[in-house]
């Protein structure tokens, strides 16, 4: 009944996955949320059952850590600060904001914060109007 566990495929997927959570110590959320899906494809085809036509879990994977916050790692990009560009998660700039006015990154006094998806489009239509 077990035997499927005992397969090399399967092996070698339990070691990876163990040693990857191993090697890395305190890993980033994507990590573990991209370790996480690869353990539920490997039990999926291991029972012998069909996959859920949408698993939640896997769905919520960013599409790259680039799309993360540089900070927490914790929350997709959302806030741009002005002047600098330099970008982060809303909730990381807002405890920021509570005391110090100066960038995470570069320093520079921060004038305002734009919502990075408006950020994103002004900078595409400014670019093609060029």
Not at 115 to 129: M, V, Y
Request: net charge neutral; charged share 10%; hydrophobic share 40%.
């Amino acid at each position: 009944m077990l035997a499927h566990l005992t397969s090399a495929s399967a092996q070698a997927a339990a070691a990876s996955l163990v040693s990857g959570a191993a090697a890395s110590g305190c890993a980033p959320p994507t990590y573990v949320l991209a370790q996480l899906c690869t353990l539920h494809r490997l039990l999926v085809s291991l029972s012998g059952h069909p996959a859920p036509a949408h698993p939640a879990l896997c769905s919520l994977q960013p599409t790259s850590e680039e799309d993360l916050c540089p900070i927490c790692y914790a929350h997709p990009i959302s806030a741009v600060f002005q002047p600098c560009g330099h970008k982060s998660c809303k909730a990381c700039i807002n405890q920021h904001l509570m005391n110090n006015k100066d960038c995470f990154f570069c320093k520079a006094t921060i004038v305002s914060v734009e919502d990075w998806e408006k950020a994103a489009s002004a900078s595409t239509t400014t670019s093609s109007a060029a």
